[in-house]
């Protein structure tokens, strides 16, 4: 018997997996989870073309489904430093797929710095009574900020080759042992890709990692599945999304351990905003066999954002920085957040350029609003960001 059941909002689990190629869709595993700090996001909408038949009509009466265009993802999460110096967070994929070059350094650091490409990885969103994935996804961009108050929040978005889901319903037919198809009363529920379990009273199957969906017909509600049932399952049996149990690392950052460095000099501030965009063309312009894109190409990075100061009598010449345009006005820019070791993250960002500041009322003082540039010296050293 199937149910409606209205999915959850707080029941959001999230993994990301790094892929070995791209759009090669790679299951997680618990360590593999993100927690998001926000409802996550993952769409890919078809576009249509009108049909031009010329018709009695002033109706469209047909259309036809283009090529699947790159979906779109996006989620929040909390910086979360692993806790221990040389060990990568619980955001590692993510900022990697972002910067593109991971180094760890054994029991001191782990950099991640800039490259000419970027590596993809798969995402799993769980949605109440269903799960999303997607592969051959990228992080497109990058939006942080210092502040006061609240954890040190990073907000991803990217894009992503193709999709897919699987959701809850039940058998419409008993199922032998080792079977390795089943059917059921909405085979439209599954993608091929999607991991399942099955459930029967209080008993649950899952395989040790989930049955892998690698078939869906949706004319006789079939679906084929990897390895073999374990048992035989009667008619009205749940069969369920799989996801592995969740094993989150590290600790969120609290904004109120964090500063920022203007040529090396401590600075008060009462905000700092970054800005990472670095978003690659899905070739989703060619004719493949594919329904889906295949591939992307990096193209222009931009790495700004704006630092928000009270305007001090020393901060005079920030206006000469921002009239004078690189090399003369060129700036070392830091922002820095955390306080213990095994529990920092650092920005660097050491040729930035200034803009000239902005006079804004704060009453009852003034303030300057300062708009920054990160710049290239040599090519991908604009930013390099550092957990120690």
């Keep these: 018997m199937t149910t409606n059941t209205i999915a959850i909002a707080r029941q959001q689990v999230i ?19 993100v927690v998001a700090a926000g409802i996550g996001s993952i769409v890919q909408q078809p576009s249509f073309s009108d049909s031009d038949e010329i018709v009695d009509s002033r109706d469209v009466l047909s259309r036809f489904q283009d090529k699947y265009q790159a979906g779109d993802w996006s989620f ?5 430093p692993s806790g221990t110096a040389g060990t990568a967070p619980s955001e590692d994929v993510l900022m990697e797929s972002l910067m593109g070059t991971k180094t760890v350094n054994a029991g001191t650091s782990v950099v991640y710095t800039l490259a000419t490409a970027k590596p993809s990885f798969s995402m799993w969103m769980k949605k109440g009574h269903t799960v999303f994935f997607a592969s051959g996804a990228t992080v497109g961009a990058l939006k942080s900020s210092l502040e006061t108050k609240g954890g040190h929040k990073l907000e991803f978005s990217g894009q992503f080759m ?10 419409d037919a008993a199922a032998l042992i080792s079977a390795t198809s089943v059917v059921v009363h909405d085979a439209k529920k ?30 006789t509600n079939t679906l084929t599945i990897s390895p073999g049932l374990e048992a035989a399952l009667d008619d009205e049996s749940i069969i369920r999304p ?3 149990t969740a094993s989150a690392v590290g600790t969120p950052l609290e904004n109120r351990k964090g500063y920022a460095t203007i040529e090396t000099v401590t600075t008060p501030l009462r905000s700092m905003n970054l800005n990472i965009s670095d978003a690659p ?29 009270y305007f ?13 345009a690189s090399p003369a006005g060129d700036i070392a820019l830091q922002m820095i957040v955390g306080s213990t070791a095994g529990s920092i993250v650092t920005y660097d960002m050491p040729t930035s350029s200034l803009s000239v500041p902005a006079l804004e009322d704060a009453d009852p003082t003034v303030a300057l609003n300062m708009p ?13 960001i550092t957990y120690t």
């Design 15 to 33: 993994f990301v997996k790094k892929e070995t190629t791209a759009g090669t869709l790679v299951f997680p595993a618990g360590g593999d989870v």
């Design 372 to 384: 920054y540039k990160a710049l290239g010296s040599s090519g991908e050293d604009s930013i390099s």
């Design 281 to 309: 063309k899905y070739l989703d312009d060619e004719i493949t066999s594919a329904n889906f894109p295949t591939a992307y190409v990096e193209t222009k990075r931009a790495v700004d954002g704006t630092i928000d100061v």
């Design 162 to 171: 193709g999709m897919g889901w699987a959701g809850t319903d039940t058998l």
């Design 76 to 80: 929040p999460v909390y910086a979360c």
């Design 242 to 244: 799989y996801l592995p």
């Design 190 to 219: 599954f993608s091929v890709g999607g991991h399942v379990e099955f459930v029967e009273g209080t008993t649950v199957y899952d395989a040790t990692t989930g049955y892998a969906v690698t078939e869906v017909v949706i004319a």
């Design 312 to 324: 001090r009598e020393n901060d005079l010449k920030y206006f000469y920085d921002g009239y004078n």
